[in-house]
């Protein structure tokens, strides 16, 4: 039922800068930053040889990460993402299992063009869960 | 230089409680617990296509992770663990390049009985970074 770890979303006030920190590091390939206003969201990846680091910004004011980076104002770990075979039915066990999903419900297009849904980090150990149409 | 996402790390009360709850939502494999009195802190593995989820848990009277699961009584992401070929290289480059190694720079022996070293989340976007000999 559950894929790949699809990515790691770290939240700070400047994804490129970070993403160019990490990249200098770490020798890592960087993508261009891609604004997504349906989420509230700047995401900048960076490439690693078995998955993604995604640093996320606020973007516009009613942005959903825009306290959480007021809080943490180094930046912070910020949700993990699976990439899962059926999203409507990984929804479906998961909220059938106690999980809360977060909005409506309804999937909506993600960084990568493919649906996404978010679930309550109380019901996974404080981790944000993001799930992924692979 | 960076080699995989070995894993990503989310330190709660309970590892085993923990990890069995994503072991059913999401069909992994949960490895057993193992004590690593050394780090002062109880691991679980959950296996993913192409990473591992680790719950680690407090152990002992100077466990590095108490305050952390005082703080957040729900659990919450704690460190990304990524391979690297030559951990003492890159240490040397990161300390190097202005990031602050934690306790004395010596790799110990991490959960995987390969040499691991932390570095600070201040110089990594508020994300705390372990690195594992590959």
């Known amino acids: 039922m559950l894929g790949r770890l699809n990515h790691v979303a770290i939240a700070v006030r400047d994804a490129e ?14 993508s261009a930053a891609v604004p997504l206003p349906e989420h509230g969201v700047i995401t900048v990846f960076v490439t690693l040889p078995n ?18 980076v007021e809080r943490n104002a180094d930046g912070g770990i910020h949700h993990i993402c699976y990439d899962v075979p059926d999203i409507i039915a990984t929804r ?10 977060l909005g ?16 309550h980090p109380k019901d996974f150990s404080g981790a944000l869960v993001e799930i992924e149409q692979a």
């Open 17 to 30: 800068k970070a993403a160019r920190i990490y990249g200098a590091a770490f020798d890592a390939e960087i």
């Open 51 to 68: 998955t993604k680091i995604e640093f996320i910004q606020p973007l516009g004011d009613n942005s959903p990460i825009a306290k959480f």
């Open 104 to 119: 409506d419900g309804a999937p909506k297009i993600g960084a990568h063009g493919k649906p996404v849904l978010f679930f």
């Open 92 to 101: 479906d066990k998961l909220i059938k299992d106690g999980a809360r999903v």
